[in-house]
């Protein structure tokens, strides 16, 4: 079907029959793609220990999957560093809590006149 489609646009366009089958191949192999890292090359040999762990894509130069750009952390590390944070969090929280001025005025003060109803509240004249 995409042969005949690309043979009578071939035609409609003016284009003679090497387009029209250069086009139809490359619509019957994926749309002219190809696959997404280059060649499969199928193994005829036992593959090293570790093939997983490197990604080779064709290129010269095969990259680690596992980045060993920094130093591994230790269990202990990372426990300072998870204790650490979490301890800083609980401490701006409860600095938060004792800082809080709306839970200690719930309400907002009203002025009243005649020097805030001093003497009508009991207060001396």
Not at 2 to 15: D, F, P, T, Y
Not at 114 to 122: A, C, K, M, P, T
């Amino acid at each position: 079907m995409a042969g005949r489609l690309s043979n009578v646009a071939s035609r409609i366009m003016g284009g003679n029959g090497v387009v029209s089958r250069s086009v139809a191949s490359s619509l019957l192999l994926r749309s002219g793609m190809g696959l997404p890292v280059g060649k499969h090359i199928v193994p005829n040999k036992p593959l090293p220990v570790n093939d997983e762990l490197v990604w080779d894509n064709g290129t010269p130069f095969p990259e680690p999957c596992i980045d060993r750009i920094a130093d591994t952390v230790g269990k202990y590390e990372a426990l300072a560093w998870l204790c650490g944070g979490l301890s800083f969090f609980a401490s701006l929280g409860l600095l938060a809590v004792w800082n809080d001025k709306a839970s200690k005025i719930p309400f907002t003060p009203k002025v009243y006149p005649y020097d805030n109803l001093r003497v009508e509240l009991g207060g001396e004249p």
